[in-house]
């Protein structure tokens, strides 16, 4: 296998990378995580998300959504 052909995909995310995927501002990701509406832990100074957690928060707003419509 090539340089080119090797993808590394990260196994968490830092609260920025978590607000480009749902086009939120860093701001907004923070409330989340301190509401309790966005799981992360603590990795020394930072806060860090796996990816499975930002789809249990998109998959929680579109259930939220169905049973209001």
């Known amino acids: ?3 080119e ?3 590394l995909f990260p196994k968490w995310y830092t609260v920025a ?7 939120y501002g860093e701001t907004k990701v923070r409330m989340l995580i ?3 509406d966005l ?3 603590k ?3 930072a806060r860090r ?3 499975r957690w930002v789809d249990e928060y998109i998959e929680r707003r579109c259930a939220e959504s169905d ?3």
């Open 1 to 3: 296998m090539s340089e």
């Open 5 to 7: 052909e090797i993808r």
């Open 17 to 23: 990378d978590v607000a480009v995927l749902l086009g």
């Open 34 to 36: 301190a509401q309790g």
């Open 39 to 41: 799981k992360s832990v």
């Open 43 to 45: 990795d020394g100074h």
């Open 49 to 51: 998300v796996l990816p």
């Open 67 to 69: 049973a209001i419509a």
